[in-house]
């Protein structure tokens, strides 16, 4: 373990070999690009900053078991052509979607705030490493720890970057569901069309033709006017079939648990449902998840040839777990078109997952999972920060800027420039082979200050959560 620290730490320090360069590559590169209008790399720059941020990122996350979560604003989509066929960049029009896409691709990789952040991380990684080539050469582990805590406040998404992609997930799942309530409408118009109307003009037509024959032929008449019975009572059957498509009296009145063995009930399959449910879900994630276990089973019957199926309804703390596995042939694919895709994009309005399992010969397992549509019974409000540590945490915020700017990288710059000014800088005040030292010393300290004002309170609130979580069950 010691020795794999040792040689993580000192690839590490290694990185500097490809930093370095880049460092100077990049600042080069964005100088031309706003110096000199060579505006065309400034997209190339931002690519290989990014690149270097997200190989620390997965570094950190490998090594230090830090996960530093990408900060990205989302991608701008491609320029839309207006109804003349002409694109639009601010007041100008355009015949192609190039210097648009180009002028959107500009704001967006200017107007995030992660990309100046990176290049941030990336002109003071060398400085960094070097305070920390110490650590990391005594203790590798804490100097590794300590690394990942100064990645993670450099790198980790903002609010802003969260929102952003908040926003485009709330946008693509607001697309799914509208999708999914088209596909669901058409196919309530294609069952009412091909069924229930074509019933009702059948039973219109032969009471037309009982008119005809009621006085001349009272026996046909009789035997048509039966014939009318039935195909109603039929009519009957089917239009109660689509009301329970569109959404089931059984499961509105009963919950879902009822409803989902009602389905066992009516299916050809010998159906074993087992379920957990001390809680029940809102009436949208009860459809979501009745019209989901109703397609699998119907799939189970229809293409994967079962004889038995069982469905598991069960939670995970506030998560809602669904497991359906079939003895079918297996094979299934929400590629082709098997009804997998629809479940999808059902469960996607509700940031629910879906998992298939089917090698040839099978089993067949569907695993769902719809994450926070339970009651959170088990959560309570997480305790505060006690007193004297919110107290350190002030202290450390307080004071952290005063060694790490003025006295440790204002004095190495002075000292850099050769700036005959001691002033209040107490390292220039140090015999001259003491300078450095304690310059780097003041820098070093200022950090790990404020990375200790980090780590108390998430420390803390990780301790809590752990303390308080419900450990998660394995799938099938």
């Known amino acids: 373990m010691l020795l794999r620290r040792f040689g993580q730490a000192a690839a590490l320090i290694g990185l500097l070999l490809v930093e370095v360069p880049a460092i100077a590559l990049s600042l080069t590169m964005l100088l031309l690009s706003f110096g000199v209008g060579m505006v065309f790399l400034y997209s190339p720059q931002v690519k290989v900053v990014r690149r270097l941020a997200e190989l620390n990122r997965r570094l950190m996350r490998s090594w230090a078991d830090v996960r530093i979560e990408s900060p990205y604003l989302p991608e701008p989509p491609p320029p839309e052509p207006q109804a003349d066929g002409m694109y639009r960049s601010d007041r100008t029009l355009y015949k192609t979607p190039r210097i648009p896409a180009w002028n959107n691709r500009w704001r967006w990789l200017t107007s995030d705030p992660a990309t100046w952040r990176d290049l941030i991380w990336l002109v003071l990684e060398p400085l960094v490493k070097a305070a920390l080539l110490p650590v990391f050469v005594t203790l590798p582990e804490r100097g590794l720890r300590i ?34 309530q088209a596909a669901e409408m058409r196919r309530i118009e294609r069952d009412l069309h091909d069924g229930t109307q074509a019933r009702l003009v059948a039973i219109g037509m032969t009471l037309g033709a009982v008119e005809e024959l009621v006085d001349k032929d009272p026996a046909a008449a009789k035997a048509l006017l039966s014939k009318a019975r039935d195909a109603s009572s039929e009519t ?52 979501a998840v009745y019209f989901a276990v109703s397609e699998l089973l119907s799939n189970a019957a229809r293409h994967g040839d079962a004889r038995t199926v069982t469905v598991d309804l069960s939670t995970n703390g506030p998560n809602l777990r669904v497991t359906v596995t079939d ?10 078109g098997s009804g997998l895709s629809g479940i999808e994009r059902r469960l996607a309005a509700f940031d629910g997952l879906l998992a298939v399992h089917s090698p040839p010969g099978g089993p067949t397992t569907v695993s769902m999972e719809l994450p926070r549509v339970l009651p959170e019974h088990w959560a309570g409000g997480l305790p505060k920060l006690p007193r004297w540590k919110a107290a350190i945490v002030v202290f450390l915020w307080a004071t952290a800027w005063c060694p790490t700017f003025p006295q440790g990288i204002v004095a190495g710059v002075m000292k850099t420039l050769g700036i005959d000014e001691r002033s209040w800088f107490l390292a220039l005040y140090l015999p001259d082979p003491w300078q450095w030292p304690a310059i780097l010393g003041m820098i070093m300290l200022g950090l790990c200050m404020h990375i200790l004002a ?9 301790d809590l959560w752990f303390a308080g979580a419900t450990p998660i069950k394995p799938w099938c």
Not at 149 to 170: E, F, I, K
Not at 253 to 276: F, I, N
Not at 327 to 336: E, I, N, S, T
């Open 147 to 180: 690394y990942a805590l100064w990645s993670d406040l450099m790198l980790r998404a903002t609010v802003a970057s969260r929102l952003a992609s908040q926003v485009s997930h709330l946008t693509r799942t607001r697309n799914l569901a509208a999708d999914s």
């Open 236 to 287: 009957l059957t089917e239009l109660r079939r689509v009301i329970r498509g569109i959404h089931p009296p059984v499961l509105a009145e009963r919950g879902l648990a009822d409803a989902v063995r009602a389905l066992a009930m009516d299916s050809p399959l010998q159906v074993t449902v087992d379920v957990d449910l001390p809680h029940r879900p809102e009436a949208p994630v009860e459809a």
């Open 327 to 336: 003895d079918g042939m297996g094979g299934a694919d929400p590629a082709k």
């Open 454 to 462: 980090i780590w108390i309170p998430s420390n803390h609130k990780r």
